[in-house]
């Protein structure tokens, strides 16, 4: 299949925090790979912006390291690499205070698209919102886009919300989880409607039960402290496993408009039931012999951050009422997996003898390693052996069945150019956070008040017993993580 490649219109982007993690990791080698694809207009502009002063050429030598390690197959193709570094500059600008604003307005053009990515700490969005329209560098069409955490709790999202809005519309605000820029994640829309295969399935008629993991083998290693503040549930649970059930669970829009499929998902988060404590496992990563635990990494001998967590989650409206959507997420687990798992129900009467171990129809949808999509349906075994069953899967990996073209992107190369576009499909809405914060709030003050502990649970296993006895006691089980 060959790839199509439609340009976007000419911009300035400039990237606040452009000398860190985020900025050198994703958003430069994402911008250089759509540059060397030929997605990006020869009039585009990137503008790193941060607090170190430095010249312009001793930015873009940042910049070219930068690119020779995160992304150095491109950048053996030294003309491509200057092409894109042409495109840079640099000014340093201090969010809080003076420094910088004037240079930066004068180095924006009129006439072209305008974007502010605000890649630094959450504290200075606030700061970094107001200067851009206290010194008239925020134009009423120019976007904003800014990186999770998207507050703490509700109150902390609310005021920071606040504080974007006071200065930008909603229309102008991205807020990036990187989730919805995966492939898999938007194929979760086109696989529900734009096929008539699924939909009339789709609901608790068809549908026993839902799995939603993800699952990563590394530990909080190196970022530990920080990891220590949130847990599981607020880094994982509250933004991108939410995402992923709205997006399995949410009705169809009446159209493909931004604000129609987000206020489909606001309609999803807010039928979510109260989840009891009985329906919540949280769990911590322990060592044996007490050296790669998770209170080591996270630098707290005393700390009841869960590191794993499991919920059975109910939505109350028609279509799921009496389907579940079991989420589960952790570190230190068996494997790295992303999967939303769609358990059918048995057929209604039984004509062929009982399969041992028969799991039933499911439909698997894989968001890595290799992202696709699996379909495990029960066929006559093969051979004379009289009429016995055996399940096997209709498999399509993306990569195999699409080639070069699913060769995964970076999901910082797609929301990028989302917002160089205007599209803001693929970013959270305000009130969805502020949704998705009401309803996680009272599931952590609820064990927060109770002061109860995280169940141990082995590097490299599964989690804690407790999230498996989650579901043997509704008679499931979960799929096994591999
Ligand atoms: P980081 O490595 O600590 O970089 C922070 C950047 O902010 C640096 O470029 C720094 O410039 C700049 N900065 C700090 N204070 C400033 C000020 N007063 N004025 C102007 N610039 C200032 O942070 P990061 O890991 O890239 O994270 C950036 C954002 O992305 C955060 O909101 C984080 O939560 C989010 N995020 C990060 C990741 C990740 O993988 N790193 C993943 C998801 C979300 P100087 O170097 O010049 O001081």
Known sequence: MVSRVIPVDPFDLVIFGATGDLARRKILPGLFHRFAVGQMPADARIIGAARSAMAEDAFREQMRATLTEFAPDLSTQTDVLDGFLAKISYVCVDATGEQGWTELGEKLRNGVTRAFYLSVSPALFGALAANLNAHGIATPDSRLVVEKPFGHDLASAK???????????????????????????????????????????????????????????LGVEGRGEYYDRSGAMRDMVQNHLMQLLCLTAMEPP???????????????????????????????????????????????????TESFV?????????????????????????????????????????????????RGNAL????????????????????????????????????????????AQDAYERLIMDVIRGDQTLFMRGDEVEAAWAWADPIISGWEEARLAPAPYDPGSSGPEDALMLLHRDGRRWREID
């Open 159 to 217: 005021a920071l919300n606040a504080d974007l809005r006071h200065s930008f519309e909603e229309h102008q605000i991205y807020r990036i989880d990187h989730y919805l820029g995966k492939e898999t994640v938007q194929n979760l829309m086109a696989l529900r409607f734009a096929n008539s295969l699924w939909e009339p399935l789709w609901n608790s008629t068809h549908v026993d039960h839902v799995q939603i993991t993800v699952a990563e083998r």
């Open 364 to 407: 698997i949808i894989r968001l890595q390693p290799d992202e696709g999509i699996t379909l495990r349906t029960t066929i006559k075994e093969p051979g004379p052996g009289g009429m016995r069953l055996a399940e096997v899967t209709l498999d399509m990996t993306f990569a195999d069945a699409l080639g070069e073209q699913a060769q």
């Open 254 to 304: 009446s159209r493909l408009h931004p604000n129609a499929v987000r206020d489909e998902k606001v309609k999803v988060i807010e039928a979510l039931e109260p989840v009891p404590q009985a329906d919540i496992i949280r769990g911590q990563y322990r060592d044996r012999d007490g050296s790669g635990s998770y209170r080591d990494h996270a630098g707290d001998a005393k700390s009841n």
């Open 310 to 358: 499991a919920l059975k989650v109910n939505i109350g409206n028609w279509r799921w009422a009496g389907t579940p959507f079991y989420l589960r997420t952790g570190k230190k687990l068996r494997a790295r997996t992303s999967e939303i798992v769609v358990m059918f129900r048995d057929p209604p009467h039984m004509i062929f003898p009982k399969m041992e171990g028969r």
